[in-house]
């Protein structure tokens, strides 16, 4: 009779809800109460709004942890879910010195720099928090302590090994890459932490030694980055004919743009460098609004604009016809082009020349933009003629301190856009007309080149600059159209452009 009291005694005192059986480790009960209920899953308890596996993991019951996460059921536990303090389960493994639970987290994705963050969570009251916050100063139990905001696992595991004296979960988290140099709200990182107690040798070696080994590979992956990035500039500049001042200056910013990330990454902290603003000069078609584009690539892939976009603008995209619109007009395209580049093409139409008693509100305009170059959020490139542009120079006093890098687009010579031709030719988009066609082989660039000096004076080359090229190519290709009989399917001859056809190319530009 005693012994069947005894068994019932015990069996009142079995926990019955899924959250009394995560923090006993009851197995057999916990699967039952899923099974029979699985959107028991991810049930909260309250107050402390923490699911089965947040219990679970911070009282290291790793057979309920390893259920927990491989549920095939309809529900799939929340790995992130985060309860009153915002605190994922691998926040409460790591609290708690919970090793083991906290590798099997961790190799089922957990994120390891996942951030606390009490005040962002809707489940908790005002009321609650200060309730909370005043057992951290009654209790010794670390599982109640609130975390500051923003602390990882790490600073969790950390404030744990100080009291403790176990370092395994701060190995744990650092063997599979958890931040040492993350940091809280309050800016401290976990090695910051170690002030706070009296912390062991070996703790402090550990923390130390793995400062020193992401250090270094932090390192290690900036170079090659830097490497690649430096490539992938090369490339573009490839692209780019001429223009020998311009090339060195691009390669001088970038270079010093990735040593900058370069030392971010070793942990210096250095100032953010802000890219000048730029005027282009020189005639049209040489070049000016490609090398804008290229600009913003590089920009973006160095991580100094968030956006490679380039908003490409001329006076009618920014002055109004009336007293009042050109404000509103110009801000509008401003606004368009913030994180990227602003590309003001033609910039000195917006200073034209006029009489005294005409009214004209491009110089509201300038001024409009000239207004937000200081702000760091937009990069503005003015181009057009070299003559014109000394108009918009002087017509505001801020311009060449805000504008400080000037360059001169020279016009093309024949070897020029004969090599400008080439590159057109193999990089052809898809949507281009002369997509999927090539160059015959006796179409070299020597040969080109004396074609287009044979074929063009000196001032149709001095107006159209690489214009011509776009031209020839598209007139050569309706003359090969023409050439082709009507019954040809040879694949050679159907997409193979020739001299001869760059020739009577040239002839149709000449008449």
Not at 430 to 449: I, N, R
Request: proline share 4%.
């Amino acid at each position: 009779m005693q012994k069947l009291q005894d068994q019932r005694s015990r069996s009142a005192r079995q926990p019955t809800t899924v959250h009394g059986c995560a923090h006993s480790g009851n197995l057999p009960a916990l699967q039952k109460l899923v099974r029979d209920h699985p959107s028991l899953l991810n049930e909260r308890n309250p107050v402390m709004a923490q699911t089965p596996l947040h219990v679970s993991a911070g009282n290291n019951k790793g057979d309920v942890v390893k259920f927990l996460l491989g549920c095939q059921g309809p529900e799939k536990v929340e790995l992130e879910a985060k309860n009153m303090y915002g605190e994922t389960p691998l926040h409460m493994a790591a609290k708690n010195g919970c090793a083991d639970t906290a590798r099997l987290l961790l190799a089922h994705g957990a994120f390891i720099e996942a951030k606390a963050n009490v005040n962002g969570l809707v489940t908790v009251t005002f009321i609650n928090y200060l309730i909370l916050q005043l057992i951290n100063f009654c209790l010794t139990d670390l599982s109640l302590i609130v975390p500051q905001n923003g602390m990882t696992p790490l600073h969790l595991a950390v404030w744990y090994s100080l009291h403790a004296e176990d370092c395994s979960t701060v190995k744990a988290l650092l063997e599979n890459g958890a931040n040492c140099s993350a940091e809280d709200d309050e800016g401290m990182t976990p090695l910051n932490h170690l002030s706070r107690g009296a912390a062991s040798q070996k703790l402090k070696e550990m923390l130390n030694n793995y400062v020193e080994e992401q250090r270094k590979r932090r390192a290690l992956q900036a170079c090659s980055e830097t490497k690649a990035k430096m490539d992938a500039l090369e490339r573009e500049l490839l692209n780019i004919v001429g223009l020998h001042e311009l090339k060195v200056q691009l390669r001088k910013w970038a270079k010093g743009m990735l040593l900058d990330e370069r030392r971010r990454a070793l942990g210096l902290k250095v100032g953010i460098r802000r890219p000048p603003h730029m005027a282009f000069l020189g005639n049209p078609g040489t070049g000016k609004t490609m090398v804008a584009r290229i600009l913003g690539k590089l920009l973006h892939m160095v991580g100094i604009l968030p956006t490679d976009q380039v908003t490409e603008v001329q006076r009618t995209d920014l002055v109004g016809e009336f007293v009042g619109h050109t404000g509103p007009k110009t801000r509008r395209k401003i606004k368009e082009a913030e994180g990227g580049i602003l590309f003001v093409d033609e910039a000195y139409r917006l200073i034209p020349m006029q009489k005294s008693d005409d009214k004209d509100y491009g110089l509201e305009a300038l001024e409009e933009i000239m207004s937000v170059m200081d702000s760091g959020s937009i990069v503005v490139i003015f181009a057009g003629y070299s003559e014109p542009m000394k108009r918009v120079i002087s017509s505001n006093e801020g311009f060449c301190r805000r504008v400080t890098k000037f360059f001169h687009f020279d016009d093309f010579s024949s070897p020029d856009l004969a090599r400008i031709l080439h590159i057109k030719m193999n990089n052809q988009g898809e949507d281009s007309m002369l997509y999927g066609f090539k160059l015959h082989e006796s179409c070299s660039e020597e040969a080109v080149a004396e074609l287009i000096e044979r074929g063009t004076s000196e001032k149709q080359r001095r107006e159209m600059n690489g214009g011509i090229v776009d031209t020839v190519l598209v007139n050569a290709r309706e003359y090969l159209d023409l050439r082709l009989d009507f019954d040809c399917i040879d694949m050679q001859q159907l997409g193979t452009i020739t001299l001869e056809d760059l020739e009577a190319g040239l002839n149709l530009l000449s008449h």
